[in-house]
């Protein structure tokens, strides 16, 4: 397969990456609408759910990206507005999605958590797909790839604007971790999880801690403060505030096992500590080079996998155990 696209466009002015999007959230829309009925929720309410999500989502992303980005626009609002040309941002989609939900459910007293449930495979398909819109439009790419064994798609991809040097294929890499994702909550989540809301946390939990590393190979983060990742600093937080949720919904049954209290508890605010850090411009973190910094967080980002999955697996026993005995 060739590291450059034929072209931006499938034809005529219209765009591949406008296309990918569409199928993307066709998939999206499909498999919750299965969702919708193997969970018995009343008909219709995922495609009425979608005419809200959709625009306020894309709406969300564009202003996520404007507030992050206000240097590109100061000089000229109106761009603001001009979408076509680019500048949405993924996060500010799933934060505004959210609100809308909130608020749909609400109104039609619908289980918040159950619907967040129907959505999050279909949506994890979708950012897989979407990602490779940014390959024909050759961005979304990372670090030089200066060894030449390394030099080849989909490991990096030719940039024309660097004259056609060698970049990290970022976005293969998150559009691989994506449909990982959707993976998993099709077919080992049916089996894994127990409560409303699983699936959704676990899809925030993953979605994070994957981005909170290929975000740190980019070269077009969005920053905070002048040098903040902010994507990697939203992803610390999230990972850590879904980690804690269970070891509070652990408590609440019983006291923390000591495998919990002395080890994991202590290592997720460790981790957690640290890893903000490494997103933080402070400056004897400073001499870290790229590599270092995402090898350090790949770290994180595997001991708090390995965490959640320890935490969730003792409280899904003591569930399991509980109900047992209530039969």
């Given at each position: 397969?060739?590291?450059?696209?034929?072209?931006?466009?499938l034809?005529?002015?219209?765009p591949?990456?406008?296309i990918?999007?569409?199928?993307?959230?066709i998939?999206?829309?499909?498999?919750?609408?299965?969702?919708?009925?193997r969970?018995?929720?009343?008909?219709?309410?995922?495609?009425?759910l979608?005419?809200?999500?959709?625009?306020?989502?894309i709406i969300?992303?564009?202003?996520?990206?404007?507030?992050?980005?206000?240097?590109?626009?100061?000089?000229?609002?109106?761009?603001v507005?001009?979408?076509?040309?680019?500048?949405?941002?993924?996060?500010g989609?799933?934060?505004?999605?959210l609100?809308?939900?909130?608020?749909f459910?609400?109104?039609?007293?619908?289980?918040?958590?159950?619907l967040?449930?129907?959505?999050?495979?279909?949506?994890?398909?979708?950012?897989s797909?979407?990602?490779?819109?940014?390959?024909?439009?050759?961005?979304?790419?990372?670090?030089?790839?200066?060894?030449?064994?390394l030099?080849?798609?989909?490991?990096?991809?030719?940039?024309?604007?660097?004259?056609?040097?060698?970049?990290?294929?970022?976005?293969f890499?998150e559009?691989?971790?994506?449909?990982?994702i959707?993976?998993?909550l099709?077919?080992?989540g049916r089996?894994?999880?127990?409560?409303?809301?699983?699936?959704?946390?676990?899809y925030?939990?993953?979605?994070?801690?994957?981005?909170?590393?290929?975000?740190?190979?980019?070269l077009?983060?969005?920053?905070a403060?002048?040098?903040v990742?902010?994507?990697?600093?939203?992803?610390?937080?999230?990972?850590?505030?879904?980690i804690?949720?269970?070891?509070?919904?652990?408590?609440?049954?019983?006291?923390?096992?000591?495998?919990?209290?002395?080890?994991?508890?202590?290592?997720?605010?460790?981790?957690?500590?640290f890893?903000?850090?490494?997103?933080l411009?402070v400056?004897f973190?400073?001499?870290l080079?790229?590599?270092?910094?995402?090898i350090?967080l790949?770290?994180?980002?595997?001991?708090?996998i390995?965490?959640?999955?320890?935490?969730?697996?003792?409280?899904?026993?003591q569930?399991v155990r509980?109900?047992?005995?209530?039969?």
């Amino acid at each position: 397969m060739s590291s450059i696209p034929y072209s931006r466009f499938l034809f005529g002015r219209i765009p591949w990456y406008s296309i990918l999007i569409v199928t993307g959230m066709i998939l999206a829309i499909l498999l919750a609408c299965r969702e919708e009925r193997r969970k018995a929720l009343p008909k219709d309410t995922v495609i009425d759910l979608a005419l809200w999500l959709i625009p306020c989502g894309i709406i969300g992303a564009r202003i996520y990206y404007v507030v992050f980005a206000w240097d590109q626009f100061r000089d000229d609002l109106w761009s603001v507005f001009r979408i076509w040309e680019g500048g949405i941002a993924i996060y500010g989609g799933i934060i505004a999605g959210l609100l809308v939900l909130l608020i749909f459910c609400r109104v039609r007293r619908l289980p918040p958590l159950l619907l967040c449930d129907v959505i999050v495979p279909g949506l994890a398909l979708a950012q897989s797909i979407g990602r490779w819109g940014n390959w024909f439009n050759i961005e979304a790419y990372g670090l030089a790839v200066t060894v030449p064994e390394l030099c080849f798609f989909p490991f990096a991809l030719q940039v024309p604007a660097d004259g056609y040097a060698w970049h990290l294929a970022t976005f293969f890499y998150e559009s691989l971790w994506d449909f990982l994702i959707f993976l998993f909550l099709i077919i080992a989540g049916r089996r894994l999880f127990l409560r409303k809301g699983d699936p959704f946390f676990f899809y925030v939990f993953l979605y994070a801690s994957g981005r909170l590393v290929i975000e740190g190979l980019r070269l077009d983060s969005l920053y905070a403060a002048s040098s903040v990742r902010i994507s990697q600093l939203l992803s610390v937080l999230l990972c850590a505030a879904v980690i804690l949720r269970y070891i509070l919904l652990l408590r609440k049954q019983r006291p923390l096992p000591a495998s919990i209290r002395f080890c994991v508890l202590p290592a997720v605010l460790c981790f957690s500590a640290f890893a903000v850090l490494l997103t933080l411009p402070v400056r004897f973190l400073s001499s870290l080079n790229p590599v270092g910094t995402v090898i350090l967080l790949s770290v994180y980002a595997l001991m708090m996998i390995l965490c959640l999955f320890a935490v969730y697996r003792r409280l899904r026993a003591q569930e399991v155990r509980h109900a047992d005995d209530k039969a």
